[in-house]
């Protein structure tokens, strides 16, 4: 999936809903579920098996991470790829019904004819719930959290991509192009939308509380938290710059990596501040 990610997951909005818990599939796993009659309920993978018990003809496999901006024709073009890659291993190898369960059920550092070694692929319980962040990046790969990060997957599995290319489905004038109108839009996006937002709306972050109005000194505790914050993020000073600034010097220069990064820091301490704001106000009389 490393090399199908890109392709599904290719905007900033895109991994506003690819946060960990809130039943996001952000971890390459799915669930099978017990038998018939007990269907998985996890909501946490990223395949899941749809069947109806009425009618088996129905049964079929759902990709839960697509979003709107997702391109239909590529996501179906690499997701036929990569089902017919399996496909064709799983005939060369002449693997049985019951060879296939096991071997999607493998656990971490068990040899398999097809997948990874120190991976596992399949949770029968919500995986959010059952593993800490440690154990998911241990057992599933870690997850990008940028378009950035995203799209380094092409270059760090090189290997994987010949799955893509198979047939010349995938041509490299392809992938260059996609990554290319990908990396431009998230560029953009992050120095002249996201970036300019976030000011927008820590302006609107004002010292509410006075001596007159009954402040105590959780109010004054939390306004300096929220100048501290505001300072990071957006305050310039001669000697250092901010978060904001930051993303855009690197984004300038093409320190991806480092753009990549700040952008991180950027989210959470926005939604740090999102929070203690809340917290500040619903204080004040």
């Known amino acids: 999936y490393e ?30 579920g017990g038998s018939k009659e007990s269907p998985s309920r ?29 391109n239909a024709y590529l996501v179906i073009a690499a997701s036929y790829q990569a089902m017919l890659d399996g496909i064709r291993n799983v005939i060369a190898a002449e693997l049985s019904c019951e060879d296939l369960e096991r071997e999607i059920s493998k656990k971490y550092g068990e040899d398999s004819v097809y997948l ?3 991976r596992e ?40 991509q010949q799955v893509l290319k198979a047939g010349d489905v995938f041509t490299d004038k392809l992938i260059n192009s996609f990554k290319e109108s990908t ?17 927008m709306l820590l302006k609107t972050f004002v010292k509410l509380h006075n001596e007159q109005d009954h402040s105590t ?19 310039d000073s001669m000697s250092k710059k901010c978060i904001f600034t930051k ?3 690197a984004i300038k220069d093409g320190d991806y990596d480092a753009a990549s990064e700040l952008q991180k820091q950027m989210n959470e301490k926005m939604t740090e501040i999102r929070a203690l704001y809340i917290e500040y106000k619903n204080n004040i009389f």
């Open 116 to 118: 990874e070694k120190y």
């Open 42 to 70: 996890n909501r946490s993978v990223l395949v899941g098996v749809i069947r109806d018990i009425n009618n088996p003809g129905a049964i079929r496999f759902e990709l839960r991470s697509p979003n709107p901006y997702s």
């Open 247 to 249: 993303i855009k010097t």
């Open 217 to 235: 000194d959780l109010d004054v505790v939390n306004w300096e938290k929220i100048i501290y914050l505001k300072t990071k993020l957006m305050k």
């Open 121 to 160: 692929y399949r949770s029968e319980e919500d995986v959010f719930e059952k593993y800490t962040q440690e154990e998911r990046n241990k057992l599933y790969g870690i997850a990008p959290a940028t378009v950035w990060e995203n799209l380094s997957g092409f270059s760090s599995c090189e290997s994987k």
């Open 3 to 32: 090399i199908m990610n890109p392709i599904v997951t290719a905007t900033n909005d895109a991994f506003n809903r690819l946060k960990p818990g809130f039943e996001a599939p952000v971890c390459i796993v799915t669930s099978l």
């Open 183 to 199: 990396m431009q839009k998230w560029k953009n996006e992050l120095t002249g939308r996201i970036v300019h937002d976030n000011i």
